[in-house]
């Protein structure tokens, strides 16, 4: 109970915040015969749509699939069958984007008509497809994915022992293999599940028709399951005619509400009849509502206002047809809205949905429109029910709404398990080219998307229409250098500094992005023994401004390098600014006896081979530390080095031939420092006399070869 209302909850924020978006009615058909009898929301805010064609495919009657946009276009559409009667009943979208379908076929299978269930994956391919069944025609009506990404299936069977139709109910697992199965059977005379949900406690609650267990002919027979398919409790409910239940949903309380149709309370006049249960199937409120003469509910779902929606069909005596039927309740079942959908023939609704916008979709099936005999229609609802005062096929209705008083009958009937064994088929998805055609849609108005210089806008610039209610968002994106300063036009009031921002197009609109040259700053410091031109301090100055910056050592000191987003020690240096950035001017005071001489690096040989670290530079300057450092000779060699190298380094460092040829230069100078450091001075001293002596003796070779 409590994940249900936290999951109501949840989604009614969710759809606070979502506007309308496009309200419309079109029908999808061929020449032939086109049945609907399940829609679903998508997560890409389209529709999934299921029935069965006899305009396309391979059979008499084929399976029929249409994957809408929300706009009612059609994305993809595939029919799946063999040569027989093969029909799709319920549908919905799977957790990994793809679908589960339940129906019948007549072309595959153990004989007559087989439960087949097809999973597909998000383009209509086929994943797997099983058939369920015996000799005899089982038809699956209801199939929902399960908390453990299984799925449970129901409908009715002909009865295993040849006694006439049952319940049944398969729990299967991810890929269609059977778990657990079970049929429900009264008597002799037919019992049938239509609808099956998954309830918050990972049991499942059925609804269907009893024909021998109630008060009349046909009763309301709801059973409550546990996980394993036994029952925890079963009432029938009904008056002394026939009442047949099609659908039913846990509600947020934990409770249930059922829809079917009655014609036990009002002098044989069908009507749809509403029972709000309990948890254990106790009736808190039970109605009946009228309009003509046979009114058919067909399917109930709870709404985010705690409130009820109900599609089906009613025959009105003034319209001599058919025609679908919506009514809005409220959580105790009074009426908020009611509304007719007449096209002048035969309409029958058959699945409705709340959707993501707070509005409905509602599908069925029409003679008044289409391409041929029978054809889907398919409505997409404001949330009162409405599309645009321009649909002459709407008008509002009087139901007749009566309180009834019938008790729940406990039943006892025992769940018996089955052993059918599930059979592949083989179909391939076939497909379509449906005629869609437009009856009616909302109004739609200009969005005009304009941006001044230094940017442009998502969606581009331009002039587009929209249906009324449609939530547009628009993103400013500066160019380079720039920045989104703010808009104008219509912009709802306080939000002309947002980015991105949505318009509820809700008539005609017209904004304009704004930008300005985006502005950096330029944070200039300096150590102690300098200053800088321009002095230290922050500054701003716009996008690809080129600033020079000279480090001015003051008497007696000396600049040695950059910092933070500058570095080496080029002066001035050039800063561009494309961000904001930060350096520091690094002066040294210059004094022989201070220690931190030795803490420098060693210009010429760093600007020669690029970088501090190099091997040949960390040779030279352990060299220095080691030899020079430690008397007064060498202190003042290097205090005379770094007050004058650094000029003669800049120069190196800018010139590649320079640094090739001071490379060569310090070659023997390196090779000195390796072995003064490493094998001490006595030892360089004998190396250098040992190549001297034998420099000498080649060259005295020499002269004495040329002499003769």
């Keep these: 109970m409590k994940k249900i209302i936290s999951i109501t909850i949840i989604f009614?924020?969710?759809?606070?915040?979502?506007?309308?978006?496009?309200?419309?009615?079109?029908?999808?058909?061929?020449?032939?015969?086109?049945?609907?009898?399940?829609?679903?929301?998508?997560?890409?805010?389209?529709?999934?749509v299921a029935g069965s064609t006899a305009s396309f495919g391979s059979g008499d009657l084929d399976l029929w699939v249409l994957k809408l946009t929300s706009t009612g276009n059609i994305e993809w559409q595939h029919a799946y069958g063999g040569t027989g009667a093969d029909n799709a009943n319920s549908i919905q979208q799977t957790s990994d984007g793809g679908y589960i379908i339940a129906g019948y076929t007549a072309s595959f299978?153990?004989?007559?008509?087989?439960?087949?269930?097809?999973?597909?994956?998000?383009?209509?391919?086929?994943?797997?497809?099983?058939?369920?069944?015996?000799?005899?025609?089982?038809?699956?009506?209801?199939?929902?994915?399960?908390?453990?990404?299984?799925?449970?299936?129901?409908?009715?069977?002909?009865?295993?022992d040849g006694g006439g139709y049952d319940s049944w109910v398969l729990k299967l697992t991810p890929t269609?293999?059977?778990?657990?199965?079970?049929?429900?059977?009264?008597?002799?005379?037919?019992?049938?599940?239509?609808?099956?949900?998954?309830?918050?406690?990972?049991?499942?609650?059925?609804?269907?028709?009893?024909?021998?267990?109630?008060?009349?002919?046909?009763?309301?027979?709801?059973?409550?399951?546990?996980?394993?398919?036994?029952?925890?409790?079963?009432?029938?409910?009904?008056?002394?005619?026939?009442?047949e239940a099609?659908?039913?949903?846990?509600?947020?309380?934990?409770?249930?509400?059922?829809?079917?149709?009655?014609r036990s309370f009002r002098n044989e006049i069908w009507e749809f009849w509403i029972l709000k249960l309990t948890s254990e199937g106790?009736?808190?409120?039970?109605?009946?509502?009228?309009?003509?003469?046979?009114?058919?509910?067909?399917?109930?779902?709870?709404?985010?206002?705690?409130?009820?929606?109900?599609?089906?069909?009613?025959?009105?005596?003034?319209?001599?047809?058919?025609n679908f039927w919506v009514l809005k309740l409220t959580s105790t079942g009074d009426i908020e809205w009611e509304r007719i959908y007449d096209g002048g023939r035969d309409e029958e609704a058959h699945s409705i949905q709340q959707t993501n916008d707070g509005g409905y979709v509602v599908a069925g099936i029409t003679t008044s429109y289409g391409a041929g005999d029978w054809d889907l229609w398919i409505l997409k609802l404001f949330?009162?029910?409405?599309?645009?005062?321009?649909?002459?096929?709407?008008?509002?209705?009087?139901?007749?709404?009566?309180?009834?008083?019938?008790?729940?009958?406990?039943?006892?009937?025992?769940?018996q398990d089955?052993?059918?064994?599930?059979?592949?088929?083989?179909?391939?998805?076939?497909?379509?080219?449906?005629?869609?055609?437009?009856?009616?849609?909302?109004?739609?108005?200009?969005?005009?998307?304009?941006?001044?210089?230094?940017?442009?806008?998502h969606p581009p610039p331009g002039t587009n229409m929209y249906y009324i209610g449609?939530?547009?968002?628009?993103?400013?994106?500066?160019?380079?250098?720039?920045?989104?300063?703010?808009?104008?036009?219509?912009?709802?009031?306080?939000?002309?500094?947002?980015?991105?921002?949505?318009?509820?197009?809700?008539?005609?609109?017209?904004?304009?992005?704004?930008?300005?040259?985006?502005?950096?700053?330029?944070?200039?410091?300096?150590?102690?023994?300098?200053?800088?031109?321009?002095?230290?301090?922050?500054?701003?100055?716009?996008?690809?401004?080129?600033?020079?910056?000279?480090?001015?050592p003051n008497s007696g000191c000396r600049f040695i390098r950059w910092d933070g987003d500058a570095s080496g020690s080029d002066n001035p240096i050039a800063i561009t600014l494309d961000s904001n950035k930060s350096i520091m001017a690094y002066f040294f005071e210059l004094k022989e006896e201070d220690e931190n001489l030795f803490e420098l690096p060693c210009f010429i040989a760093t600007a020669a081979y690029g970088s501090p670290f190099h091997p040949h530079v960390k040779i030279i300057r352990d060299f220095r530390d080691k030899f020079l450092k430690t008397n007064s000779l060498g202190r003042k060699f290097v205090y005379f080095y770094y007050k004058y190298s650094p000029l003669l380094a800049n120069i190196i460092a800018k010139s590649k031939p320079l640094k090739v040829i001071v490379r060569i230069h310090l070659v023997p100078f390196i090779l000195l420092s390796y072995s003064m450091v490493h094998l001490g001075l006595i030892t360089t001293a004998g190396i250098l006399l040992f190549v001297l002596v034998h420099l000498i003796l080649f060259i005295w070779l020499i002269k004495r070869i040329k002499a003769y």
């Design 12 to 48: 009614f924020i969710f759809a606070s915040f979502l506007q309308l978006n496009a309200q419309w009615a079109r029908t999808y058909g061929g020449s032939e015969i086109e049945y609907c009898n399940s829609i679903y929301q998508t997560t890409d805010g389209g529709y999934i």
């Design 109 to 160: 299978g153990a004989g007559g008509h087989d439960f087949w269930v097809l999973k597909l994956d998000s383009t209509g391919v086929v994943e797997w497809q099983k058939t369920y069944g015996e000799t005899d025609d089982d038809v699956a009506l209801s199939i929902q994915q399960t908390s453990d990404e299984g799925y449970v299936v129901a409908g009715s069977v002909f009865s295993f």
């Design 176 to 243: 269609g293999d059977i778990v657990w199965q079970c049929r429900y059977e009264g008597s002799s005379l037919p019992e049938c599940v239509t609808s099956i949900q998954q309830t918050s406690d990972e049991g499942y609650v059925i609804a269907g028709k009893a024909h021998s267990l109630g008060a009349g002919d046909m009763d309301f027979w709801v059973l409550k399951l546990s996980s394993n398919g036994d029952i925890e409790w079963q009432n029938t409910y009904g008056g002394i005619d026939t009442d």
């Design 246 to 262: 099609n659908s039913i949903q846990q509600t947020s309380d934990g409770g249930y509400i059922v829809a079917g149709w009655t």
């Design 282 to 322: 106790d009736i808190e409120w039970q109605r009946t509502y009228g309009e003509g003469s046979q009114n058919v509910a067909e399917c109930v779902r709870q709404t985010i206002d705690g409130g009820y929606i109900v599609a089906g069909h009613a025959y009105l005596w003034d319209a001599g047809g058919y």
């Design 383 to 415: 949330p009162d029910g409405n599309i645009d005062p321009t649909c002459g096929f709407i008008s509002s209705s009087i139901a007749t709404i009566t309180d009834t008083s019938v008790s729940p009958n406990s039943t006892s009937i025992v769940a």
């Design 418 to 457: 089955t052993n059918v064994v599930p059979l592949d088929t083989i179909v391939t998805p076939c497909s379509t080219n449906a005629i869609t055609s437009l009856v009616c849609d909302g109004p739609k108005y200009d969005l005009a998307i304009s941006a001044a210089a230094g940017g442009t806008t």
């Design 470 to 552: 449609t939530a547009v968002r628009i993103e400013a994106i500066p160019d380079t250098g720039f920045k989104f300063s703010h808009w104008t036009g219509d912009i709802p009031s306080g939000q002309e500094s947002d980015n991105p921002i949505t318009i509820t197009v809700d008539g005609e609109k017209s904004i304009i992005a704004n930008f300005v040259i985006q502005q950096y700053t330029l944070s200039i410091a300096a150590t102690s023994g300098g200053t800088t031109d321009p002095s230290p301090g922050i500054y701003t100055h716009d996008f690809g401004t080129h600033v020079n910056i000279k480090a001015m």
